[in-house]
């Protein structure tokens, strides 16, 4: 991912930007619900 910005799928938390998504159903009990990755300092 080459952005700096906020997308659909990314947020950004304390000065951070995350990417963040639902996990498929048929992969939940291997990675939870939700995949919250960070991925660079945005502030």
Known sequence: MHTN???RHTTTINGHLYYNR?????AINAFGPQIMI????FA
Request: aromatic letters at 0%; zero cysteines; hydrophobic letters at 15%.
């Open 38 to 41: 960070r991925i660079k300092d």
């Open 22 to 26: 639902r996990v498929p159903k048929h």
């Open 5 to 7: 910005e906020p997308t």
